[in-house]
């Protein structure tokens, strides 16, 4: 309902610019109270499915705007849901216009009229794999994939802050100070870890006995974060090959600068090495960001196993939705909190100028079976 009313919102909102308009629906009527009770009727057929609700959002670029009607934006907009499952569904589609560029948003009952759930096991790889296609069929600017992007997105916690703050993440600010000093030319190791030392920048090499280098984690303030998490770009087997780098010869160099930062960080040094020689690698890493971090406080969020499971592993649809109980939103929050954030000029620099990307959230259920497997503790039903 909450997604609903933001939707229902807009479409009488007093600023013309920031109105949205109702695509398509095959609900009875537009009245909150009333689309409730149609889908509370659609819900007795699955009583004990707790995240019945579909809510994403498709976006494309602003020079495509001119040739995307309301028409072909339905068409498209029907072609993704077809292809995601939902063929017989209760519906809403709006389309957006309180950003720089065109966009729907989709809001779907899960659960069918003949009482099916459509599964959202795998649902982002599905997606993305549908965007694809549809990106051809339609002859739309195509998106490369987010496995390939060198740099890792702001995650939905992140977006949040720069919205409530006017100020970019640690991460974000890291991985901008990190760009320019990897595009200075015949840039040495050396020369590396001192203008990364003079930005505020702290660097921790996985470096075996024999000085060999497997992997790098970044200290930036109260933030740590491994290469892979902050981005293919930034993981230690592509630095490798863009520096200047010699193992024997730069041995002492990565060395001395692992001294360093142990002597700033202390026991948060040694814990990176400690947990790559526990199994994990140090390319493996933190992806997301505390909302609202206490000061002082050190941030540390590591990343889960794969979020997407097989269909198999899915196994019947109440399964799916305890396991995959928070997904759904990161996706559509992200362009919602575009929308809202696109007044504030510090958002705009970041967002548009930096050219940050939208991308999928982790999966907290994975963190929380981590914790819980720390602590030994017995997994709890949430519904």
């Known amino acids: 309902m ?31 109270k009333e689309i409730k009770a149609e889908v509370e009727l659609i819900r007795q057929l699955r009583p004990n499915l707790s995240r019945y609700v579909y809510h994403t959002s498709l976006n494309f670029t602003k020079a495509e705007e001119a040739l995307l009607t309301n028409e072909k934006l339905l ?14 569904n209760q519906y809403l589609i709006f389309r957006h216009y309180d950003a720089d560029h065109p966009h729907i948003h989709l809001l779907v009952n899960r659960i069918t009229f003949e009482g099916d759930v459509v599964s959202d096991s795998n649902n982002y790889k599905k997606s993305e794999a549908i965007l ?4 051809h069929l339609r002859r739309l600017t195509a998106v490369q994939p987010s496995s390939k992007v060198a740099q890792k997105a702001a995650t939905k916690d992140e977006l949040e802050m720069v919205v409530r703050t006017g100020k970019p993440s640690q991460k974000m600010v890291l991985q901008e100070l990190l760009k320019k000093m990897l595009k200075q030319p015949n840039l040495t190791i050396p020369a590396l870890i001192k203008a990364g030392e003079q930005a505020g920048i702290h ?8 000085g060999r280098v497997s992997g790098i984690t970044y200290f930036y303030e109260d933030f740590k974060i491994k290469g892979q998490a902050l981005g293919k770009q930034f993981k230690w087997t592509e630095l490798a090959k863009k520096i200047n780098y010699e193992q024997v010869r730069d041995s002492k160099a990565i060395s001395e600068a692992n001294s360093r930062t142990r002597a700033v960080y202390g026991e948060l040094g040694a814990e990176s090495e400690q947990s790559t020689a526990t199994g994990r690698t140090a390319e493996q890493g933190s992806a997301g960001l505390s909302a609202n971090p206490t000061p002082g406080t050190f941030i540390n969020h590591e990343q889960p196993a794969d979020p997407d499971r097989s269909e198999d592993a899915a196994g019947n649809d109440d399964a799916a939705d305890q396991q995959d109980r928070e997904r759904t939103w990161t996706a559509d929050q992200d362009a919602d909190l575009l929308d809202i954030g696109t007044g504030s000029d510090q958002y705009f620099d970041y967002f548009h100028n930096g050219g940050f ?23 709890t039903n949430r519904r």
């Open 2 to 32: 909450g997604a609903l009313g933001y939707n229902l919102k807009k479409l009488d909102h007093p600023d013309q610019k920031q109105r949205a308009e109702l695509l398509d629906s095959n609900f009875i009527s537009l009245d909150q």
């Open 203 to 210: 660097f921790l090499f996985n470096q075996a006995a024999n």
């Open 357 to 379: 990307e939208i991308s999928d959230d982790v999966d907290d259920e994975a963190i929380h079976g981590r914790n819980r497997h720390r602590k030994r503790q017995v997994r």
């Open 75 to 88: 068409a498209i907009g029907h072609e993704y849901l077809n292809a995601m499952g939902f063929t017989d």
């Open 132 to 135: 694809r296609k549809l990106e």
